[in-house]
């Protein structure tokens, strides 16, 4: 599974954005994906997945309510909606698949896509 994700740039604090996340298989709907992210000098994050058919997603805590991850099968796309940004959300933001959506969650997905930049300034 080939990810490419899109979507990041420079906002400021309170601001919106909308990455997305573009799969080159055509099984993609059998596929869980989310997002993790790594900012300068911390460890990498997962924020969110949604299993095959997007009917359940998970999140993490620090972004309950902010994020919300969202996908289109039809499209091989899924999305994560950044509401409310901080400077603390400035981060490289990647998403992953696997066909088990614990991996995405311990961040040990069997595929990732080369990383989105968003950058929030104060």
């Known amino acids: 599974v080939q990810l490419q994700a899109s979507g990041g740039g420079l906002v400021q604090t309170g601001d919106s954005l909308r990455l997305s996340c573009a799969a080159s298989?055509?099984?993609?709907?059998?596929?869980?994906v989310g997002w993790i992210r790594q900012a300068p000098g911390k460890e990498r994050e997962f924020l969110a997945a949604?299993?095959?058919?997007?009917?359940?997603?998970y999140y993490a805590d620090s972004v309950k309510g902010r994020f919300t991850v969202s996908r289109d099968n039809a499209k091989n796309t899924v999305y994560l909606q950044l509401n409310s940004l901080k400077p603390e959300d400035t981060a490289v933001y990647y998403c992953?698949?696997?066909?088990?959506?614990?991996?995405?969650?311990?961040?040990?997905?069997?595929?990732w896509g080369q990383g989105t930049q968003v950058t929030v300034s104060s």
């Open positions: 992953a698949a696997d066909q088990k959506p614990h991996n995405i969650v311990v961040m040990t997905p069997g595929y």
């Open positions: 298989e055509r099984t993609f709907s059998s596929y869980a």
């Open positions: 949604t299993i095959r058919s997007g009917e359940s997603t």
